[in-house]
């Protein structure tokens, strides 16, 4: 079965920091996604990549940026953190018809 | 614009009973549909994956159907238990660019279930 690690599941950051939330994957699938839940708002496509150093932008991007330069490795970046990013991201992958998700990280921002 | 939607948002039953979560959307032009679990705090966990030449598909004690004229899915769980409290999230694959297919969510169900 496809793995799909995120590298922190707690994250505590001050506003204005730059944040990078790193998505690996383990099977070489080529479209990767990152979503944010919120309470009463549900998840919400960010950005997603559908091959290396291809991106395109989600329902939510703004505040937010992406880096896909090994197949496996889809990073978030909040280029300067707010707290209004203070949220759970999830990452994840699709290969042939199915979704997998990582276990997501939980960002608070201060 | 596709939009999903679950009902009940909460649901609290006694143990053994069988349930029924229930799904709609608007877009009956959507290649897959899958329903996820979450547990607090945690990520997703894939339960099912109905595809779009799929009427239903079943994992256990888990039933889940498809029927795309109408815009619904159910997922039936049968001889509930305690351990099966969790958030059921249901969600449609919405064609984009380049075929990615990101995925559209419901809501949720949140699902408590009493010894």
């Known amino acids: 079965d496809v793995k799909v690690t995120q590298s922190s599941r707690y994250l505590v950051k001050r506003t204005g920091e730059k944040v990078f939330l790193e998505c690996v994957q383990d099977?070489?699938?080529?479209?990767m996604f990152w979503y944010r839940q919120d309470p009463g708002l549900g998840l919400r496509l960010i950005y997603f990549?559908?091959?290396?150093?291809?991106?395109e932008k989600g329902d939510i991007p703004e505040g937010y940026s992406v880096s896909r330069e090994k197949k496996e490795r889809f990073s978030l970046i909040l280029e300067s953190a707010s707290t209004n990013q203070t949220s759970m991201y999830l990452c994840?992958?699709?290969?042939?018809?199915?979704?997998?998700f990582g276990s997501g990280t939980r960002l608070t921002v201060v | 614009k596709q939009e999903v939607t679950q009902i009940p948002a909460a649901l609290s039953v006694p143990e053994g009973e069988n349930l029924v979560l229930n799904c709609s959307f608007t877009?009956?032009?959507?290649?897959?549909l899958q329903w996820f679990r979450q547990d607090p705090g945690k990520g997703l966990t894939s339960l099912l994956l109905i595809q779009s030449s799929q009427r239903e598909q079943t994992s256990g004690r888990l039933n889940a159907s498809l029927d795309k004229s109408s815009g619904r899915s159910t997922l039936y769980i049968a001889a509930s238990q305690p351990g099966d409290s969790a958030t059921y999230l249901c969600?449609?694959?919405?064609?984009?660019?380049?075929?990615?297919?990101?995925?559209?969510f419901g809501q949720g169900t949140r699902l408590t279930i009493n010894p």
């Open positions: 099977m070489d699938h080529e479209n």
């Open positions: 969600a449609v694959f919405d064609d984009d660019i380049q075929g990615a297919q990101k995925l559209v």
């Open positions: 994840a992958t699709r290969i042939n018809y199915g979704y997998t």
């Open positions: 877009d009956s032009a959507i290649y897959n």
């Open positions: 990549s559908y091959d290396v150093k291809m991106k």
